[in-house]
């Protein structure tokens, strides 16, 4: 499973963006997918994942009520709607595919290059 993410920009605060994560390979539409930033200084986070039926979602405490995440197999793409943006959100995005169709947040097994995101205040 090979995933690219894009969508990525400069953005005020308050505004929105939406990512896409498009992925190759018959599998991906059984994988759980998920959304993780990686902050100048941070450590990776965990942002939103979705399972493979589309039917359950997770989110980090900080972007719930103001991020969701969703899939369209039949177009292997997974996309994070972000809305009212904050300067915290500023973070490099990965999309990322797991073979766990039990837990949201296990091990992600396949990941794609990330696409930037600045939110500017």
């Known amino acids: 499973v090979q995933l690219q993410a894009f969508g990525g920009g400069l953005v005020q605060a308050g505004g929105s963006l939406r990512l896409s994560c498009a992925a190759s390979g018959d599998t991906f539409t059984t994988y759980t997918s998920g959304w993780f930033r990686q902050a100048p200084g941070r450590e990776r986070e965990f942002v939103a994942a979705?399972?493979?039926?589309?039917?359950?979602?997770d989110f980090a405490r900080s972007v719930k009520g103001r991020f969701t995440i969703s899939r369209d197999n039949a177009k292997n793409t997974v996309y994070l709607q972000m809305n009212s943006l904050k300067s915290d959100d500023t973070a490099v995005y990965y999309c990322?595919?797991?073979?766990?169709?039990?837990?949201?947040?296990?091990?992600?097994?396949?990941w794609g290059q990330g696409t930037l995101v600045t939110v500017s205040s």
């Open positions: 979705i399972t493979w039926t589309g039917g359950g979602t």
């Open positions: 990322a595919a797991s073979k766990d169709k039990n837990y949201l947040r296990g091990t992600y097994d396949y």
